[in-house]
């Protein structure tokens, strides 16, 4: 018994480590998406100056997540990696070109349009495959032998093809969001109409991806439909409806915070809604979270490391985000 809990407070902290890089790292990957569309030199350089002091530390979160699973679901993550290896291998060399980009372009100005569309091309090819790996993951791996047994293109399919396009148009809205809260004029005013365009884009992408949720397996169906569940589950779209609400009205008041406040409860409230979908399965739909996890010795070890490690990175985030408050000056940034 003991065994078991230690592996859901396991899978509760991944979850919560994926969370993070997707709400934190989501409106820097969104900036870059929306790079191109941003005005003109002193426009973008603005735009990238805002998550300069803060996007390589958001990303410290998908180390914990993809290593937190290596190490403490051996099992899922054997099955896992084999049956997404060409999304995981496209965003992570997407990610080392747009991490370039950031440290290039102020340092080799002759060759600025290199590093803009390595940027752009960086931050839309890591969000394609980071929805990829999610459409694949929810419309379910074929397990035999507690290993992949599928295709090597089963992870291409509609729905993860939506799924992906859902979710570049959310790191945009994201990205749109963060930008009215972080600049002001032009730029920002920029961003203000960029943020009605993504964020209808988003709730329309976000409920074809719900609505077709329930019926790629009867669980999900039985899960989100079935009494009681119903009566638990309703809330998650009333809620999403008030953070649209509140989205419209922040927008509309000039209030600057509330659309990337509004942005980051759709996102958070989604996961929510994926988290009631999947439970209990590490690997939808055949292997749980307890089936999936290490020894109890490891469970032990690693997490007495992980509540030393997890609180050091908050601390340093939050202590990042205090110093880089409010909004920027384009005339100053990070060189």
Do not use: C
Not at 210 to 220: E, I, Q, V
Not at 268 to 274: A, H, M, R, T, Y
Not at 308 to 320: D, E, F, H, Q, S
């Amino acid at each position: 018994m003991i065994g078991q809990e230690l592996s859901f407070i396991w899978a509760g902290l991944i979850a919560f480590a994926v969370l993070a890089y997707v709400i934190l790292d989501g409106f820097d990957l969104g900036t870059g998406i929306l790079f191109p569309f941003l005005g003109g030199e002193r426009d973008r350089g603005h735009a990238m100056d805002t998550i300069a002091p803060v996007w390589d530390g958001n990303e410290t979160w998908l180390v914990l997540g993809g290593g937190g699973l290596f190490a403490v679901f051996p099992l899922a993550y054997a099955v896992i990696m084999p049956a997404l290896y060409p999304p995981v291998i496209a965003m992570l060399l997407a990610l080392i070109f747009r991490g370039v980009a950031f440290e290039f372009r102020h340092r080799n100005p002759r060759h600025k349009i290199l590093w803009d569309i390595s940027f752009f091309g960086g931050s839309l090819i890591a969000t394609l495959s980071q929805g990829l790996i999610l459409g694949a993951l929810v419309q379910g791996i074929e397990v035999e032998n507690r290993a992949y047994s599928g295709g090597d293109w089963d992870w291409l399919t509609t729905f993860s093809l939506l799924t992906a396009v859902a979710l570049v148009a959310g790191y945009a809205l994201l990205g749109a969001t963060w930008l009215v809260m972080k600049t002001t004029g032009y730029l920002r005013d920029r961003a203000r109409r960029l943020s009605w365009i993504t964020g209808a884009a988003t709730l329309v992408l976000v409920g074809a991806v719900s609505l077709a949720t329930p019926f790629l397996d009867p669980a999900y169906l039985d899960r989100w439909f079935a009494r009681p569940n119903v009566f638990f589950t309703i809330w998650v779209p009333l809620a999403i409806g008030l953070a649209a609400l509140l989205f419209v009205q922040g927008l509309r008041r000039d209030r600057d915070a509330w659309p990337f406040l509004s942005a980051l409860a759709v996102f958070v409230l989604s996961f929510i809604g994926l988290g009631i979908s999947l439970y209990p399965y590490m690997v939808p739909h055949s292997i749980t979270i307890a089936e999936a996890a290490a020894p109890d010795a490891s469970l032990w070890f690693l997490l007495a490391g992980a509540l030393v490690l997890i609180p050091m990175i908050l601390g340093y985030t939050a202590y990042a985000y205090w110093v880089f408050r409010g909004k920027t000056d384009p005339d100053e940034g990070y060189h």
